[in-house]
């Protein structure tokens, strides 16, 4: 009998997740584009709700919905003008953390390309064109 290994497992468990999310923040505590969208002084809270929403979606422990119901992505980010400039800047400190974590290939095109479809449908700006 195989046991099935989820993402979240096969990654590496909570410390990958950990890694690439803190270097994410990093990239973001200094883009003057995207800093603005976190309300917060500190970038933590924001550091702790992206690491642990990460981690149920890749098939980690559901802490992130026992803290704060169903992720409601869109809506959580309706508030703040997400465009293109926005989408793109997110998207490069996002692959930026990736680089530093050096998934296998496969791996890193899975969650690769869950971020460009995350980042894309987080867009509610009019496209420039």
Do not use: K
Request: glycine fraction near 6%.
């Amino acid at each position: 009998m195989t046991q099935q290994v989820t993402f979240y497992e096969a990654v590496g468990g909570e410390e990958t997740f950990r890694r690439l999310v803190h270097r994410f923040y990093q990239g973001v505590a200094d883009d003057p584009l995207l800093r603005p969208l976190y309300p917060e002084e500190e970038l933590g809270p924001a550091e702790d709700r992206l690491r642990l929403f990460l981690i149920q979606y890749w098939g980690g422990p559901n802490t992130y919905s026992q803290q704060r119901g169903h992720p409601r992505l869109r809506m959580r980010h309706n508030p703040f003008v997400i465009g293109e400039a926005e989408r793109d800047a997110w998207l490069r400190h996002m692959r930026d953390a990736m680089d530093e974590l050096a998934l296998p290939e496969q791996l890193d095109r899975m969650m690769w390309d869950y971020f460009i479809m995350a980042a894309n449908s987080m867009m509610n700006a009019p496209i420039n064109g």
